[in-house]
């Protein structure tokens, strides 16, 4: 059935290394894919979503890119900020118009 | 300001009683969803609606019971509480029911059943 993926449920790494967190789709549609941001105790919000006019969304030094031909929509940036810390979903918008959430990735950056 | 209010922001119940999480939106959006975050099942879905109206239910339970008296309010009332109930209930909501749509979030109900 259709569904995302996060194959890490945790990602540790240092202040400055670049970030990937990964997610993939499976969907007979063409999906809408987001990235949402839930910071320790607060509501998760909206990070970027892959459909801006054809361009790279990009925010807050994060991007994206939809992949149809790996199914993929990986998140990442370019130096790790300890403020980054924080549980990342990426989340499928089916053709049911529901929004899915995948199962999480918790990023945490040390100094 | 706060957008979507929810009340209580702490809630303790115990197994066997009934509880009202409180959801309204001030950002004059349609559609209104309930979601469910916990240790096992993270961001899990429970119901949609759009202009009052229930539009999907991914809730196995009708324990759970959505109630919609305005369109920018959404509570969700729980009955027979369970211990397996416990979890964290998010309030959303979009300008229109549409996947494509970006979800804005309340800060949360944390529920704990004893």
């Known amino acids: 059935g259709d569904s995302v993926t996060q194959t890490e449920g945790l990602v540790t790494l240092t202040e400055g290394l670049p970030v990937m967190l990964n997610c993939t789709y499976q969907s007979t549609y063409s999906p809408f894919l987001f990235w949402y941001v839930q910071h320790l105790n607060e509501a998760p919000k909206l990070l970027l979503k892959?459909?801006?006019?054809?361009k790279r969304p990009e925010h807050q030094g994060f991007h994206a890119t939809l992949h149809k031909s790996s199914s993929s929509f990986h998140l990442q940036k370019s130096s790790a900020q300890l403020s980054d810390s924080a549980l990342y979903y990426c989340?499928?918008?089916?053709?049911?118009?529901?929004?899915?959430f995948g199962s999480g990735t918790q990023l945490t950056v040390m100094p | 300001d706060p957008k979507i209010i929810q009340k209580p922001k702490y809630l303790v119940a115990v197994t066997g009683s009934e509880k009202i999480l409180i959801c309204e939106q001030y950002?004059?959006?349609?559609?209104m969803y309930w979601y469910r975050q916990s240790a096992k099942k993270p961001l899990e879905f429970m119901f949609s609606y759009s202009y009052q109206k229930l539009m999907d239910n991914q809730t196995a339970s009708s324990r759970f019971q959505p109630q919609s008296s305005k369109k920018n309010h959404l509570d969700l009332q729980i009955t027979a509480l369970k211990p397996d109930d416990s979890a964290t209930y998010f309030c959303a909501s979009s300008p229109r029911w549409f996947s494509a749509e970006t979800l804005y979030f309340g800060s949360g109900t944390r529920l704990t059943v004893l």
């Open positions: 892959s459909f801006t006019d054809n």
């Open positions: 950002l004059g959006h349609n559609a």
């Open positions: 989340a499928w918008g089916s053709g049911s118009w529901q929004l899915i």
